[in-house]
Each structure stands twice: as C-alpha cells, then as structure tokens.
C-alpha cells in the first residue's frame, strides 16, 4: 500500500508558475512509474505528465508541453511538477498516482494507476 500526499497548489495570476509536489509514504517510490492527472469542474480527468520509476523517461500532456516539468527524488520519495506559464484553463484539481504494473510505458489513462492521492487545488486567475 502506498499513500500519496500533494501540496503546492494555489491561486496564481497567468503567467506565474507553482511547483506541486508528491509524498509517497509506505512504500519505495522507486518501484512504482507515477504521472499527475488533473480533473477540472464538468470534465474528465487528463494525463498530465508521467514519468518512469527511475526518472529516465517523461511524459506530457500536448496541453502542458513545453510549460510542465515532472520530476523525481526517490530518496526523498517525492515528485513534482515544476509548472510555468500558467494559464486559466490550467485550473483544476490535481492529483499524483502511482503505476506498480511493469509495463515500461508511462501510461496515459487513470484506469492502470493503482494508487491517487487526495488532490491540490491549482486556480489560475487571468
């Protein structure tokens, strides 16, 4: 069982940047690929970024290209996603989940990752 936390969410003007960041607990991050997902107010949950269990391998989003960073310490069991010129329809919840399968693909739908997090609050104001 892993248990996931995020922090680092906010209200942000357009153009600033968060960084959110993913706690694992209880088991070695290291074992498991991990992306962030993030689900708005009406709309399904999208594929963010993901990232392979040694951090050699990302993943975006068309809509986060170029804008997002996901990251890894799994020393510190962490992730992150170092994200710059936000936009307003970057507001949403965001999520980190947890893939123990060993595909060595980094997955893009929600129904493969096996543990989620609660969730951060990302608002971005124009």
């Known amino acids: 069982q892993v248990q996931l936390v995020e922090s680092g969410g906010g209200l942000v003007q357009a153009g600033g940047s968060l960084r959110l960041s993913c706690v694992a607990s209880g088991r070695t991050l290291s074992n498991y690929a991990m992306a962030w997902f993030r689900q708005a107010p009406g709309k399904e949950r999208e594929f963010v970024a993901g990232?392979?269990?040694?951090?050699?391998?990302?993943y975006y989003g068309d809509s986060v290209k170029g804008r997002f960073t996901i990251s890894r310490d799994n020393a510190k069991n962490t992730v992150y996603l170092q994200m710059n010129s936000l936009k307003p329809e970057d507001t949403a919840v965001y999520y980190c989940?947890?893939?123990?399968?060993?595909?060595?693909?980094?997955?893009?739908?929600?129904?493969?990752?096996?543990?989620w997090g609660q969730g951060t609050q990302v608002t971005v104001s124009s």
């Open positions: 990232i392979s269990r040694s951090g050699g391998t990302t």
């Open positions: 989940a947890a893939d123990r399968g060993v595909s060595p693909a980094i997955r893009t739908t929600a129904g493969p990752y096996d543990y």
